[in-house]
């Protein structure tokens, strides 16, 4: 009993235990989330528990309030960051559209086609290159008749 004891000590002291830890955002949060907002969150989220055990009707608009408050400062400070990188690239056109962009999510448009069926690309690939090649082979002989009447 003692080796088990032993052997099973041994193992044990050479794989460290399982501990449980919470996970922490990977992702940075939203650059106009304010210290000051992520305290007004905090309050509200406890105005919101308060009410959900109690459900009386002070502690439902008293959560409202804090809710609505909320909501407002989310907008006041979205609109805040927003102007000051405007305001910031206002100076420069090009970083100016390009701030635009980047806060409309747009992306630039590809110029390649989108898909189209095999047959049918191909069809209006050789409808566009058919009169081309005859143009460029009827030049190509009167070049090579001309130049060859004078190279004798």
Known sequence: MSAYNTTLSSLLDKHPSIVTKLSRRQTPSNPWFSTTLHAFRSTRRHAENIWKRTHSAADWFSFKSLR?????????????????????????????????????????????????????????????????????????????????????
């Open 68 to 152: 609505n408050q909320y909501h407002k400062l989310i907008l006041f400070s979205k609109k805040e960051y927003y102007s000051s990188l405007v305001t910031l690239a206002s100076d420069n056109p090009k970083h100016l559209w390009q701030t635009v962009n980047k806060l409309l999510h747009r992306k630039p448009s590809s110029p390649l086609p989108t898909t189209f069926p095999a047959t049918s690309l191909a069809d209006s690939f050789a409808s566009f290159l058919y009169p081309n090649s005859i143009f460029l082979s009827a030049a190509t002989l009167v070049h090579h008749l001309l130049f060859s009447c004078y190279s004798s």
